[in-house]
Structures are given as C-alpha cells and as structure tokens.
C-alpha cells in the first residue's frame, strides 16, 4: 500500500465543513436546525418539534400546524411544507426584543416557497419576513419601512438564503448576491418569537405558505453577520458557504 506523508487542507476532509460549521455556530451564539430523523419530535406519528443540533433548543410546531409536518429522509433530509399548509414551527419568546438577529435558510423550491422565516412582535407590532415568490427573495417588514429583493435563480437547485437585521440596516443575501437597505424600522423593541415556515401563529394565512423542502435553518437571535467585520462572523458566513458548497 501506498501510503504520502501529506497534511490535507481542512476543506479535504470528509465531514469537516459540518463540524467547522457546528463549531462556528456556536461560537457565534447561533442555533442550527438540520433536517434529519434524529431532530424530530414526534407524537402519535405527527412531528411536533425540531430540536437544535448542539444546543438545548426546540422549536415547537406552530399553532395552526396541526400534525402537517413531513419528513423526507432523502439524502439529504429535508422537511417538507405543503403549498396552502401551515407546516411550520416557532421558538417562542427567542428575544427579548429585536435589536439584531441573522436567519439562514438551505432549502429547494420551484421558486414560489413563500414564507421561509419571520421574526414577529405581535400583531398590534411589527413583524419581519423572508418570502420567495414571483421569481424574488424578498425580505420585508409588515408595515412596509424597509424592503429588499434579490431574483431567484431557475430550477430546483439548493439555496442559501440570509436575512439579517442590525437595528439599522436590512440585509439580505441569496448565494454571493447581496443587497441591504438603511432605515429604523418600528414595533421592534419588543419580545420576539421567531418563527420558520410561517409568519405566526395565526391561522387562515394559506397564501403565504408554498411548497418546498427545508434542509437546514440557522438563527443568530441578536446578532447580524450580515455586513459585519468582526472576525467569528466572517469565519460563520465563510463555513455556511462551504458547507452548503460541499454538502448540497
């Protein structure tokens, strides 16, 4: 046998960008979701909760999602959301209020999978969303002070989708492309619940709700990695991007 006295670069290794990844997140104060057997709740048959990869965190299924939630072991897994269904799942109460947070979503869709995420202060506030549909990732808030798009690209290939707030810009992200939009947004500084898959726990909104597979969703609920310099957030976003490259 053969054997070469060679130290492989990090990005050789099988299994590497997954643990660089994990480690990133976490030092980074962030939560990872992955779509795999392990990570679901489930009761009676129906799946009721999504537990975080590393840390002591569930998100319950949200109010209207009443045993509609789909698995699919693939690989890679995914959940599955159901045009018109709500599927989807919350952490209530994530922050105490929204000063800053990051949302990164890895999925496939045909391009109209509606809601990907929210971060929602209640009704009588404010509330902001990452949807994708008409050919856009589109990030905005409910009352209308900031929106951004990015076009989405055809087929049914794996997106990385970002969302990030930093109390004074909104950024979004779609693979390398980038796009970010200056203003205060109101109804904020209040307790937040994030949700994944919905935009509350409100029922009867099935025109936000499309079809498509979730694989892996990352929330960073007071930080903005989106536009930072700081050297733990570029080394996040730099590990997301290889992950995603080498994995998907």
Not at 122 to 142: C, P, Q, S, W, Y
């Amino acid at each position: 046998m053969l054997e070469i006295a060679l130290r492989l670069p990090p990005g050789a290794l099988i299994g590497g960008d997954d643990c660089r990844l994990g480690e990133a997140v976490l030092r980074t104060g962030g939560t990872r979701f992955v779509a795999h057997e392990p990570a679901l709740v489930r009761s009676n048959g129906g799946i009721i909760g999504w537990r975080a990869s590393q840390l002591a965190v569930e998100a319950a299924a949200a109010a209207p999602n009443t045993g509609n939630s789909r698995f699919d072991a693939g690989p890679p897994g995914a959940l599955v959301f159901v045009e018109g269904q709500n599927c989807g799942f919350t952490l209530s109460g994530a922050a105490r209020k929204v000063e800053a947070f990051t949302v990164a979503a890895i999925y496939r869709s045909d391009g109209e999978a509606k809601t990907l995420a929210s971060v929602f202060t209640g009704r009588a506030n404010n509330m902001i969303f990452l949807t994708e549909g008409d050919g856009v990732l589109l990030a905005k808030d409910r009352q209308g002070t900031l929106e951004l798009s990015l076009p989405v690209p055809r087929g049914r290939g794996v997106k990385l989708a970002l969302l990030g707030f930093d109390g004074h810009r909104l950024r979004l992200g779609l693979g390398a492309a980038r796009a970010e939009a200056g203003g205060d947004i109101p109804g904020l500084a209040h307790r937040a619940d994030f949700f994944i898959g919905c935009r509350s726990n409100r029922a009867g909104l099935a025109k936000t709700l499309g079809a498509w597979l979730l694989h892996e969703l990352l929330f960073w609920p007071d930080r903005c990695l989106l536009g930072s310099d700081a050297a733990d957030d570029l080394a996040a976003l730099a590990a997301l991007d290889r992950h995603v490259r080498w994995t998907y």
